[in-house]
């Protein structure tokens, strides 16, 4: 993944300090720190866990720091060998930060960590402010949304982040430009990777498979099956899908809608479907705690956001082989091909979504089409040896640039 803009550090260079560490009797690999906001199963936290499972141990020794409780990423990471030490902030301005910034120090000083990585905006906002005095050689800030934070105080900690950072890793290209339109400190320091798909999303499912996800769901053997992998959130619009998938299905009685997930919008969410009169072609799954792709079992993916950093669900749609259907927010338009891999329609516009998904419940041929472009797209630029490689190679030349 090119970077949005490159900063100017040699790239071939040796890492002479990483040679010297060696002749002082340390291992030489690269200390890392990750810092999360917790450990709860959402698309940034996922994306920070798979990278430390693929992430070069013989190069970089990583450790992970929360700023909540454990959660139910915890022990995946503990299950890889990786330290988790939990940080717990309350409030920015309250004895926890003071508390949990001084621990954070002190562990940088003692475990002479070379790069810390925070990946949200509130481990941006707490990095920024404690690791310079853990004398830290690169900070690396990470802007994984599009829209703009929802008070003035998250902003100005944002652009406070910015400009203490080494560099800013934005995970769209769409949101690379917003992180410099934002803040001029931004210009010269930021680099775009994106999320990535596993290896085992690969591929589409074979017949068993398919029928089992598809029964577990309860959908008819001759339906069209539409899925939604997110969370119930506001920002997510389920209400705008339903009321569109309503809108579809008084004319395609045959299709079928799959939500995937859970969160604090889904009562909300049921109550419409009931109201809609949908409850015999809508299934909630609720949160589900497995590694399987589960668009596999779909015939369409779906994503309704009103506001996108950089979907996982998407690419891990296109993984399966599915065309998609997606609102023109943020980094979706990075990952989908307009009339390639799928369809972009105006968010908020249910009328707008109805129609690209009647398009594609209309015609198999399309369908097999977007999807079989959609799974090349992803095998390019999506895959995880690529993608992981690519901050492998940012965490080196930052680093060299910082030492020389």
Not at 191 to 208: C, L, S
Not at 250 to 257: E, G, K, R, S, V
Not at 380 to 400: G, K, N, P, R
Request: net charge neutral; hydrophobic share 40%.
């Amino acid at each position: 993944m090119a970077p949005a803009i490159r900063p100017t550090i040699k790239t071939d260079a040796p890492l002479q300090n990483r040679e010297k560490r060696k002749l002082d009797g340390q291992t030489g690999r690269i200390k890392v720190v990750f810092v999360i906001d917790n450990m709860r199963l959402g698309g940034t936290e996922l994306n920070a866990v798979r990278t430390a499972e693929r992430l070069d141990r013989e190069r970089f020794d990583l450790r992970v720091v929360c700023l909540g409780e454990d959660g139910p990423l915890t022990e995946r990471y503990r299950a890889m060998g990786v330290p988790v030490e939990n940080m717990p902030i309350h409030s920015f301005y309250g004895s926890s930060m003071v508390r949990s910034g001084r621990k954070f120090v002190s562990m940088l000083r003692r475990e002479r960590i070379d790069i810390v990585h925070a990946h949200d905006v509130y481990s941006n906002i707490f990095s920024a402010v404690w690791t310079r005095m853990g004398g830290i050689p690169v900070l690396i800030t990470s802007r994984r949304w599009w829209n703009s934070l929802p008070n003035w105080k998250l902003k100005f900690g944002s652009r406070f982040a910015v400009a203490r950072s080494t560099a800013v890793l934005a995970n769209s290209n769409s949101v690379a430009t917003q992180v410099i339109s934002e803040a001029a400190a931004a210009k010269g320091k930021v680099w775009t990777i994106t999320n990535f798909v596993e290896p085992h999303a690969f591929g589409a499912p074979d017949d068993e498979e398919r029928q089992r996800l598809r029964a577990g769901w309860n959908a008819p053997d001759d339906a069209v099956v539409i899925g939604c992998v997110a969370r119930f959130d506001p920002i997510k619009d389920h209400a705008g899908l339903i009321r569109a998938f309503a809108i579809l299905h008084a004319q395609q009685p045959h299709t079928y809608l799959v939500l995937m997930g859970d969160g604090q919008t889904r009562p909300t969410a049921e109550a419409l479907v009931n109201e809609l009169g949908l409850s015999t072609c809508v299934h909630f799954t609720g949160e589900q705690h497995t590694r399987t792709n589960l668009h596999r079992g779909l015939d369409i993916s779906v994503l309704s956001s009103l506001s996108e950093g950089f979907p996982n669900s998407l690419v891990e749609a296109m993984a399966a082989g599915n065309p998609v259907v997606a609102t023109a927010v943020g980094g979706s338009v990075d990952a989908v091909v307009e009339e390639q891999t799928g369809l972009l329609v105006p968010s908020g516009e249910p009328d707008a979504l109805a129609k690209a998904l009647f398009r594609l419940t209309e015609s198999a041929g399309t369908r097999v089409a977007f999807g079989r472009a959609g799974e090349r797209r992803a095998l390019e630029v999506f895959d995880a040896s690529i993608v992981v490689s690519s901050l492998e190679h940012m965490y080196l030349q930052l680093l060299e640039g910082r030492e020389q």
